[in-house]
């Protein structure tokens, strides 16, 4: 029995196959990724948000301190 040759163009159909199977996956993957970011970030800021409430700070001396403008004062 002798094997059939793949032609140049079957060739490239499959490649191409190959190619949206593959960004199908990576798109999925990204997606997920992107939604495990966004979960990390709401987490974040929730404990931030509780820490604030919990400390005897001003937003004011928070966002400074955010911002690396402390008073002088207060580094002495």
């Known amino acids: 029995m002798a094997r059939r040759k793949i032609t140049l163009d079957e060739k490239i159909e499959n ?7 593959t960004k199908d996956k990576y798109d999925a993957a990204v997606a997920e990724l992107n939604k495990l970011l966004k979960k990390k970030k709401e987490l974040d800021s929730q404990k931030l948000v509780k820490a604030f409430e919990n400390s005897s700070k001003t937003l004011d001396e ?6 690396g403008k402390a008073d002088s004062d207060e580094e002495e």
């Open 15 to 21: 490649a191409q196959e190959t190619v949206f199977k």
């Open 62 to 67: 928070v966002i400074a301190f955010l911002e």
